[in-house]
């Protein structure tokens, strides 16, 4: 099996596909990111859905990178029989989606061989196939998948096989296309074509954002690319990662799905956006989240589906080995039912960062803000999950009062700042003290000079790290410079940051994690801020350094066996980095909240 760090994305804005380093594309959900996979490989073996394309012989590529600042993805593999080059992409979406490998022959003659093995509903559901001349179709209840080749194929042990040679010179596209079985088929793609559309999208798109300088230029739109990859371009939603149920502990139960979009990512994606100049993509978002949030603020949910559909069941598929045994895969998140109080503070948080930056010409969204302000005002001092989603009893968590906080600053400042937003500004300004010293009271331990987890235990947090990002306390605050050093005393291994130490900590689940790349970036912006460039620089360096061999990152990093860990690409590994590279290269920093995330 390959590792995590072995895969390179490929996406359509509504979908995304991960291609391993020896050619076969092993996760796939269509039509959207939280569709039913119709490769699973990824979290079983190949039989439960996959396509390979390779040399006859097999093996891991030779080479493989993006062509320039897009998302086609070019895979060479160099023999003594010759150099043959794989072409993989994902045109962006038309009337359906589709998945375009381009077989080019670079040198010599290789022998090829493709093996397409659809399985819908995640491996479990086999589909009735008919071959046509250059064109096989596959269906199974609601979909229709059909392969357009000019290559020979032949079903073979309930796949699709196909072997041929490709010489210098030589170019054979396969097309994969999927649609509603009850419906006509949509007419199939030029690949060649299609690549160049393909191209010419991504390039334009990279060139529209603001222009990046110094030496984390390509890191930046590395991972800018990526972001927009995972954005679900019909709503403006933004998922956490292509993937679910890969693991925070190879072997371990820590398996989530992270195929939604999580309110708490608000402010840090509008941030990430907005600094790199993608308004329109930061427009989107907004949009979204309010439309998200609608209704009753006590009804407010810590995530939500790619069009704002609240229910999402968790689910465990028996039926699926996991990645690399660790098992459930998960589908859904049980996680979404949770109290969290902090995301009252990340949302209104994040709609103050999108009326500053001139976003919203008129702020119709203010009486929904006041309402959510309401709820929190009455509920702010009540026991709850937290930002990692504890499924252990419920604790009065330091950074929900400080997000509490950050609410109540927020909308205060914002009645202060525009003579067109009203609301009891006095009151709100009283809240903001009383939860200043409430956090202040019970969350710091003096003798230890820390913040902590949660009030009344020792334990530490890495979101911790955040409170003078928010502005709670001044960067340079004994009280913030005692709990950086606590942090890299107690919660670093190998220079790295955990979220929390699962083993001292009640969080309702077995086994271990990795560390959260996330929490790193946080400890560099920190170290930043207190004018600590130096090590804030050769932390940041070193995760640069985590990076796969396309520049993508995973939720966590294991600094035991050096192999990423989790969900990939994660978009809250890839928000941080072009923050704090921005931040690093212009020697300043936005003063905004991250984003936070657990199961």
Not at 154 to 176: I, K, N, W
Not at 395 to 410: E, G, I, L, Q
């Amino acid at each position: 099996m390959s590792r995590i760090e072995d895969y390179a994305l490929l996406g359509d804005l509504q979908t995304a596909a991960l291609v391993s380093t020896t050619g076969s594309i092993d996760w796939l959900c269509l039509p959207a990111f939280d569709s039913p996979a119709c490769f699973a490989a990824l979290v079983d073996t190949p039989d439960a859905g996959h396509w390979l394309i390779a040399p006859a012989t097999g093996g891991v590529c030779s080479t493989r990178r993006y062509v320039e600042e897009t998302l086609v993805l070019e895979t060479e593999w160099r023999s003594q029989e010759g150099t043959v080059r794989v072409i993989d992409f994902m045109p962006p979406r038309g009337h359906a989606p589709d998945v375009v490998r381009i077989v080019e022959g670079v040198s010599g003659s290789v022998a090829m061989r493709s093996e397409l093995r659809l399985r819908f509903d995640y491996g479990r559901v086999v589909p009735w196939v008919r071959h046509h001349g250059d064109r096989m179709e596959a269906i199974a209840g609601p979909d229709r998948v059909r392969l357009r080749t000019p290559a020979p194929t032949v079903g073979r042990d309930l796949a699709t096989v196909s072997e041929f040679t490709v010489r210098a010179g030589d170019r054979v596209p396969f097309v994969l296309t999927w649609n509603p079985s009850h419906l006509p088929p949509p007419k199939t793609v030029d690949a060649e074509q299609a690549l160049v559309d393909t191209t010419t999208f991504w390039s334009a798109w990279a060139e529209r954002g603001t222009p990046v300088i110094g030496p984390y230029r390509k890191a930046i739109r590395r991972s800018l690319l990526t972001l927009k990859a995972l954005t679900y371009q019909p709503t403006g939603g933004i998922v956490a990662a292509a993937t679910t149920s890969l693991p925070e502990q190879i072997g371990g139960p820590r398996n989530w799905d992270y195929r939604y979009c999580w309110l708490r990512d608000s402010t840090y994606t509008l941030q990430a956006l907005i600094s790199a100049g993608y308004l329109d993509e930061a427009r989107a978002w907004r949009e979204w989240l309010l439309r998200a949030v609608a209704g009753d603020p006590a009804d407010l949910q810590i995530m939500y589906s790619l069009d704002g559909t609240r229910r999402l069941p968790e689910a465990e598929l028996a039926w699926l080995a996991g990645y690399e045994g660790s098992t459930p895969v998960r589908t859904g998140n049980a996680a979404s039912d949770q109290l969290q109080l902090d995301v009252w503070g990340e949302t209104l948080d994040g709609l103050a960062l999108a009326r500053n930056a001139g976003l919203a010409d008129q702020d119709d969204a203010w009486d929904l803000q006041t309402a959510l302000m309401e709820h929190l005002e009455g509920n702010w001092d009540q026991p709850d999950n937290g930002l990692w989603e504890m499924r252990g009893a419920r604790r009065h968590f330091t950074h929900s009062k400080v997000m509490a906080w950050v609410a109540a600053d927020r909308m205060a400042t914002a009645v202060r700042s525009h003579p067109d937003l009203h609301g009891p500004v006095e009151k709100w300004e009283a809240l903001r003290a009383t939860i200043h010293d409430d956090v202040i009271a019970h969350g710091f331990d003096a003798d230890r000079n820390t913040f902590t987890q949660s009030y009344g235990a020792p334990g530490l947090d890495a979101s911790l790290l955040m409170i003078p990002r928010v502005g709670f306390l001044p960067p340079n605050d004994p009280r913030v410079l005692g709990t950086i050093s606590a942090i890299q005393s107690e919660l670093t291994e190998d220079g790295l940051v955990k979220r929390y130490n699962t083993t001292g900590s009640d969080d309702g689940l077995t086994g271990g994690e990795g560390m959260f790349l996330a929490c790193s970036f946080w400890l560099v912006d920190a170290l930043h801020l207190a004018g600590r460039q130096e090590q804030a620089t050769a932390l940041f360096e070193r995760l640069l350094d985590l990076r796969n061999d396309v520049g993508l990152l995973s939720e966590e990093w294991d600094p035991a066996t050096g192999r990423q860990l989790g969900n990939t690409p994660q978009a809250f590994s890839h928000f941080p980095l072009v923050t704090s590279a921005l931040q690093l290269h212009a020697g300043k920093a936005h003063h905004s909240q991250h984003p936070i995330r657990g199961s």
